[in-house]
C-alpha cells in the first residue's frame, strides 16, 4: 500500500464517520422538532396556549420562608462535606450567603 492509498482510505473513513454524525444529528432536531406535536394532556395543552405574562407570579412570605430553609439545608450540606462542625460561630462560617434580584 502507498502513502496515497493510506490516505485515500483515511480521508473516506473521515467523511463517511462525519456524515454519520451529523445525518444523526439532523434526525435528533427533527424528533426534537416532533415533540411539539405529541399531546400532553388537556390541562397542559391549554396552560401551554396561555401566555406566560398573563400568569403574574408573586412571590408569599410562605414562598420567601421556603426560600430561606432551602439555602440553610444547602448550605448544611456544603459545610458537612468540607468536613465544618454545625455548631461553629456565625463569624466562623467562610461563607457568605446573598440575595440576587433579578433586573429587568
Known amino acids: 500500500m502507498t502513502i496515497g492509498e493510506i490516505l485515500s482510505k483515511a480521508a473516506t473513513n473521515t467523511l463517511l464517520g462525519m456524515g ?3 445525518a ?20 397542559a395543552a391549554a396552560a401551554a396556549k396561555t401566555p406566560a405574562a398573563a ?3 408573586v412571590k408569599t412570605e410562605e414562598d420567601a420562608g421556603d426560600d430561606l430553609q432551602l439555602i440553610a439545608v444547602i448550605t448544611a450540606a456544603i459545610m458537612a462535606s468540607k468536613g465544618m462542625t ?6 466562623e462560617c467562610p461563607y457568605i450567603v446573598r440575595t440576587i434580584k433579578r433586573r429587568k
Do not use: H, Q
Request: hydrophobic share 45%.
Open 55 to 57: 400568569k403574574p407570579s
Open 20 to 22: 454519520i454524525v451529523f
Open 24 to 43: 444523526v444529528l439532523i434526525l435528533i432536531s427533527g424528533i426534537i422538532y416532533l415533540f411539539k406535536y405529541i399531546p400532553t394532556g388537556e390541562g
Open 86 to 91: 454545625s455548631g461553629a460561630e456565625p463569624g
